[in-house]
């Protein structure tokens, strides 16, 4: 059995009905519109002084396979005032400020001692903008890569201190982030998601190493699997535009150079062309079928990245994470905790895997003792599934020894839900419709009953 992360993604999954192929499927939902963002980074309102020494980072920005020269290097934090938000910086329109630092001849820089940290936790992501990516060549004023380096100041930042910033890069980070990210100085979430913003951030390291540019990322989990040659095919895409003199593509009619190629093909959702090719790959994360035989034909005439998908592209390009668990067995029911631990329902094994949000398996839990399949997940983190009778599962927040529940006119259940107050409503073979409180009591000695609510299949949860 396998599980599929995929993004484009937010963090809360979507189930899909994808059992027939012994497969269980998390499609993240990809967010509509984002317009054509300027090169130049994005001045935010002041905010008061610095709280946190900024670690030394030293790295080199690639084209394709070779150096990019007098490339600028700004050094942003994510926001935390919404989705696509900026951080509101204090020094400037990033963290470096006026601290300016340009890669040299053979693409290296250093921002070392050049900046501080919002905090400690700040998640933070490097940008390449401009430069020259061939020898002698013009400037292309269309570049823009980027790296997600992670928390400031953190023993996992400093692993990765020293940073390669390519197309592979950029196409991880923004995969990763899109949910996230409007554009290349807008990357933040809610006040109630930071959770899920640094899950992203950690998500890039799976895909691609930032030690050395290339696939796989060193936080892979073990037997988990990656799409190599669709990751490097997108790299490709826009390899042809960053190793160039730049172009354009007003109102979508191309140059003919590859940047105005790459940009007549990739509009957002409001028909609005790119500029640059972070906003291109990031029109791409959230339009994934759009224009998809084309992109690929871009990708095929310049390989600086291999494997690749050749002459077979995907219907849509999106990016998955592919997970082979042990205990998964039979899985037809799945739900995302507020931490972003993934619950698996086994119907074969009756039993119920958790993974945490890094992909690695926490336990199997309630083993012998589930029903059908369903599962869903109270405000505290616990989880709830039916019983292989009259009753009701519940495997504590973090999986642990599981209790169960009966009464309230329970009987064979298909479907779960829990309302905005925590209770839990359960519908199967009894002929109505059974409510518990979060901590099992059941909120009525019978069934709710009505001619619908016959062996029900599916129960929701409306606002009201």
């Known amino acids: 059995m396998r599980l599929q992360l995929f993004k484009s993604a937010s963090l809360f999954p979507t189930c899909l009905n994808a059992f027939a192929t012994g497969c269980v499927m998390i ?47 700004y050094l942003y934090a994510a926001g935390s005032t919404g989705y696509g938000s900026a951080y509101p910086y204090s020094t400037g329109t990033d963290l470096l400020g006026t601290n300016v630092v340009t890669t040299d001849n053979n693409g290296n820089f250093s921002v070392s001692n050049k900046y501080t940290c919002p905090s400690a936790s700040a998640e933070i992501y490097l940008v390449a903008s401009g430069g020259n990516p061939i020898v002698g060549s013009a400037a292309n004023s269309n570049l823009t890569m980027m ?84 990751l490097n095919t997108l790299a490709d895409m826009i390899a042809t535009c960053v190793n160039s003199i730049g172009g354009s593509a007003p109102n979508g009619v191309s140059d003919q150079s590859t940047c105005g190629n790459l940009f007549a093909l990739t509009p957002n959702a409001s028909n609005v062309y790119p500029t640059d090719t972070i906003t291109a790959m990031l029109n791409i994360a959230k339009n994934p079928s759009q224009n998809a ?3 690929n034909s871009l990708a ?57 949000p890094t992909g690695s398996q926490t336990g199997i839990y309630a083993t012998g003792v589930t029903g059908t399949g369903a599962i869903a997940i109270d405000p ?14 519940e495997v504590p927040a973090g999986g642990g020894t599981y209790i169960s529940f009966t009464g309230g006119g329970l009987g064979m259940t298909n479907a779960l839900a829990v309302d905005a107050l925590g ?28 001619a619908s609510a016959s062996n029900a299949q599916s129960i929701a949860i409306t606002s009201h």
């Not at 291999?306 to 998955?320: D, F, H, K, M, R």
């Not at 619950?343 to 009756?350: D, F, H, L, P, Q």
């Not at 019983?387 to 599962?393: C, F, H, M, R």
Request: charge should be neutral; glycine fraction near 12%; proline fraction near 8%.
């Open 27 to 73: 499609l993240a939902s990809a967010l509509a519109g984002c317009g054509a963002y300027p090169i130049a980074p994005v001045a935010g309102p002041i905010v008061t002084g610095p709280v946190a020494p900024g670690i030394a980072i030293s790295g080199v920005v690639h084209g394709g396979q070779q150096p990019v020269a007098n490339s600028r290097i």
């Open 147 to 230: 790296a997600a380096f992670g928390p400031c100041n953190s023993a996992s930042a400093n692993a990765n201190s020293t940073v390669v910033i390519n197309e592979l890069t950029t196409v991880a980070a923004v995969y990763a982030l899109a949910p996230f990210m409007t554009g290349l100085a807008n990357v933040g979430t809610s006040s109630t998601n930071t959770t899920g913003l640094t899950n992203a951030f950690a998500a890039v390291n799976k895909l691609v190493s930032l030690a050395t540019g290339t696939t796989p990322g060193a936080a892979l989990p073990s037997g988990a699997i990656i799409p190599t040659a669709e």
């Open 293 to 295: 035989t084309a992109l």
């Open 300 to 356: 095929s005439g310049f390989a600086q990245f291999q494997p690749t998908l050749g002459n077979t592209p995907p219907t849509a390009w999106t990016i998955a994470i592919t997970y082979a668990p042990a205990g998964l067995s039979g899985p037809t029911g799945i739900a995302g905790d507020q931490q972003g631990n993934v619950w698996i329902a086994n119907k074969t094994s009756k039993s119920v895997t958790l993974l945490a």
């Open 380 to 393: 505290s983190g616990n989880a709830w599934t039916p019983g292989s009778g009259a009753s009701l599962i």
């Open 423 to 450: 209770q839990i409503w359960a519908t199967g073979s009894q002929n109505g419709v059974s409510v518990f409180t979060n901590n099992g009591t059941p909120v009525s000695n019978s069934a709710y009953t009505g």
